[in-house]
């Protein structure tokens, strides 16, 4: 009786994994293959293969623009942002993405920074951003009893993001800080002081929306509910009985002000990937847990935050 209960627990993970393989990844793969006329045809106009995308809304209002995703530690560019930056750096957007993180991960010894810097370093090149645009700043204390300047993150931000002829686009934390750490949080405060201080109208923040403990840990879950209806409403509802209604999670209507991501399972395999040979010293047992259950691997949300 004792051993059921973990066989039980594995085997609704299991199939709530291969039910997400198809939601995720089988189906909108198929989608394309059927729909996508350069497929059809072997007759390719572009350099790059179709390749499916799950956001809302679509197509993604985040296109042809200097994306900074503004980080507190190496590996949270993989924990917490990995579907929102894999989507946001796929060639098709345009976009040029950057990595800023304000800490070299040396909350338990200096020596450790080092590596940590350049584990980021390692991640970010199997995530897709170049090793020119990753910057880490090893005058902020990384800790959980570190609260970090607003006025300081401001002045940093300043100093790194140039006005180009793309227009900026920050991304980070919101004020939770998706587990309450004060640099998470910090963080939000300081980016959202150097948003609102800036002369740059074009620019944009978008904020990650924190998930509650039930949520964060519900692996796939909650994905495979709002996929399962996502293809209910577009193939059912839309092509069998021809009806005008939707009732999908991904309303074309959907405000640009939120952005949902969801990976398919090669986006994962990236995140894996990048989290697990990129970030190898911080592969400790509980880790692999996190790797499991956490749903910000296959799910983000980003909210604009308007001035």
Request: glycine share 4%; aromatic share 12%; net charge neutral.
């Amino acid at each position: 009786m004792i051993l059921r209960l973990p066989l039980l627990v594995l085997k609704v993970i299991l199939t709530s994994f291969v039910v997400w393989i198809v939601l995720s990844t089988t189906i909108p793969q198929a989608f394309v293959r059927f729909t996508e006329p350069q497929v059809q045809t072997n007759h390719y106009q572009k350099s790059t293969y179709p390749y499916n995308s799950i956001t809302s809304p679509t197509p993604l209002p985040i296109q042809n623009s200097s994306v900074y995703f503004v980080i507190g530690h190496p590996d949270d560019e993989v924990m917490f942002f990995s579907p929102s930056l894999i989507e946001i750096t796929k060639e098709k957007n345009g976009n040029e993405v950057h990595l800023v993180c304000f800490s070299n991960g040396d909350s338990l010894h200096e020596s450790m920074g080092r590596i940590r810097g350049k584990e980021l370093v390692n991640s970010a090149r199997i995530l897709g951003v170049d090793e020119s645009r990753v910057t880490v700043l090893s005058s902020y204390k990384d800790g959980m009893n570190e609260t970090w300047d607003s006025d300081k993150i401001k002045k940093s931000l300043s100093s790194i993001i140039t006005k180009g002829t793309k227009p900026a686009v920050l991304v980070t934390f919101d004020e939770n800080g998706v587990s309450n750490h004060p640099n998470h949080i910090s963080l939000y405060y300081g980016t959202l002081n150097y948003f609102q201080s800036t002369g740059d109208k074009s620019s944009k923040l978008f904020i990650l929306k924190s998930l509650n403990f039930w949520e964060k840990y519900s692996f796939t879950f909650l994905t495979n509910i709002e996929l399962f209806v996502d293809h209910l409403s577009k193939l059912v509802v839309g092509n069998i009985l021809n009806l005008d209604i939707n009732i999908s999670f991904f309303s074309k209507n959907s405000s640009s002000k939120s952005i949902r991501f969801y990976s398919d399972l090669n986006m994962l395999s990236v995140s894996y990937a990048a989290m697990s040979y990129g970030h190898f010293s911080q592969m400790v047992w509980f880790r692999y847990g996190w790797l499991i259950l956490s749903r910000y691997l296959t799910f983000n949300h980003l909210i604009e935050v308007t001035r």
